[in-house]
T-cell receptor, first 112, second 113 residues
Framework: DTGVSQDPRHKITKRGQNVTFRCDPISEHNRLYWYRQTLGQGPEFLTYFQNEAQLEKSRLLSDRFSAERPKGSFSTLEIQRTEQGDSAMYLC??????????FGPGTRLTVT | QQQVKQSPQSLIVQKGGISIINCAYENTAFDYFPWYQQFPGKGPALLIAIRPDVSEKKEGRFTISFNKSAKQFSLHIMDSQPGDSATYFCAAHSGGGADGLTFGKGTHLIIQP
């Protein structure tokens, strides 16, 4: 399978704990995106990497959120001191120089 | 501020009928308009996309109609099938601005057999 992959698919955590998600983009896609989707809503843009450089961050990305793409390949999204409002589906997408963005299956986060 | 407005929120269509979903945008800098299909528990899958230099694009049973002056675009699903039952999202992107897609709120489509 050469699509975008995400791990884990589901994560249940207690409020206040830290969580980390991983995204592996389509090979040779130099751009990688993170989105958040809550129930009944469309995905909302969080941040964007071109190769290893983080070029754009939404104001939705609070100080508790950090994303990295250290070697320009996979990316991680960490949420520190999770809150119940962080419960959502976290989606990763990638693209090449063309405009089409391809999404992974997402990581469903539940904060109890 | 919702930059892409999508309607209807939900839609029921008989098998074989035409499903029509509409979107309107405000930001004239948007220059790429994709549609995504999402099944429960899955990520969005790209269906079809259009740029504003054309008024219509067709791929199989899916057609996008685009009206640049009205800042509106729509998805038509011809010969709708039960397997088309899903949530559909329109989106917009500006090549010169923030690089993330701006999505509508989605349309939950049910095709009745």
């Amino acid at each position: 399978d050469t699509g975008v992959s995400q791990d884990p698919r589901h994560k249940i955590t207690k409020r206040g704990q830290n969580v980390t998600f991983r995204c592996d983009p389509i090979s040779e896609h130099n751009r990688l995106y993170w989105y958040r989707q809550t129930l009944g809503q469309g995905p909302e843009f969080l941040t964007y990497f071109q190769n290893e450089a983080q070029l754009e961050k939404s104001r939705l990305l609070s100080d508790r959120f950090s994303a990295e793409r250290p070697k320009g390949s996979f990316s991680t999204l960490e949420i520190q001191r999770t809150e119940q409002g962080d419960s959502a589906m976290y989606l990763c997408a990638s693209r090449s120089g063309l405009r089409e963005q391809y999404f992974g299956p997402g990581t469903r986060l539940t904060v109890t | 501020q919702q930059q892409v407005k999508q309607s209807p929120q939900s839609l029921i269509v008989q098998k074989g009928g035409i499903s029509i979903i509409n979107c309107a945008y405000e930001n004239t800098a948007f220059d790429y308009f994709p549609w995504y299909q999402q099944f429960p528990g899955k990520g969005p899958a790209l269906l079809i996309a259009i740029r504003p230099d054309v008024s219509e694009k067709k791929e199989g049973r899916f057609t996008i109609s685009f009206n640049k002056s009205a800042k509106q675009f729509s998805l038509h699903i011809m010969d709708s099938q039960p397997g088309d039952s899903a949530t559909y999202f329109c989106a917009a992107h500006s090549g010169g601005g923030a690089d993330g897609l701006t999505f509508g709120k989605g349309t939950h489509l049910i095709i009745q057999p």
